[in-house]
């Protein structure tokens, strides 16, 4: 089973209605809320700068350390 490293655990994360968690701080990863597997990874092409936060509709928003905002659904 692979799991998120140590240093990803350092930020802080959301957790889905469908209880995914979401966490940065480089790369965002989808944890099994259950296991903690990584259900999937989005490559960023900067380092994530805020919390992700979850819109009622389900999409994922990370800041960025560039100023952008990354928007995932």
Aim: hydrophobic share 40%; with cysteine; proline share 4%.
């Amino acid at each position: 089973m692979a799991t998120a490293g140590a240093e990803t655990m350092a930020a802080s994360p959301v957790i889905a209605s469908d209880g995914t968690i979401y966490v940065g701080p480089g790369d965002i990863y989808a944890l099994d809320g259950k296991t903690g597997a990584i259900k999937s990874t989005f490559k960023t092409r900067f380092a994530v700068h805020s919390s992700p936060a979850i819109d009622t509709d389900g999409t994922l928003y990370v800041g960025m350390i560039d100023g952008s905002v990354c928007a995932l659904k």
